[in-house]
Nanobody, 128 residues
């Protein structure tokens, strides 16, 4: 079983930046695809970004493309989400997630049901 712990959330002004971290424990994530989802109050959980097990492929929601960057450091067993040019509509709880099952197609990685383990979430609030 993989335990995921997010950190790095907080309050930032519009146009600012934050870097979220997701530290994994109990198992190495070297062979796992990883993702980030978010959920705003009153809304469904939505896909933000995903990265293949090798780190060679990344996928983004249209709403964050060009502003957010997902990366994976296997040596540190950690996944990151660099968020730039933040907007008030980015305000949400951000969740880190891991997919153990293979294969991990791009379509599966953009669905919440395609993942096996979830973190507890970290709050990101962007003020206007």
């Amino acid at each position: 079983q993989v335990q995921l712990v997010e950190s790095g959330g907080g309050l930032v002004q519009a146009g600012g930046s934050l870097r979220l971290s997701c530290a994994a424990s109990r198992r190495t994530i070297n062979n796992y695809a990883m993702g980030w989802f978010r959920q705003a109050p009153g809304k469904e959980r939505e896909f933000v970004a995903a990265i293949s097990w090798s780190g060679g492929s990344t996928y983004y929601a249209d709403s964050v493309k060009g502003r957010f960057t997902i990366s994976k450091d296997n040596a540190k067993n950690t996944v990151y989400l660099q968020m730039n040019s933040l907007k008030p509509e980015d305000t949400a709880v951000y969740y880190c997630t891991a997919r153990v099952r293979i294969p991990a197609s791009p379509l599966l990685l953009q669905r919440a049901g395609g993942y096996d383990y979830w973190g507890q979430g970290t709050q990101v609030t962007v003020s206007s």
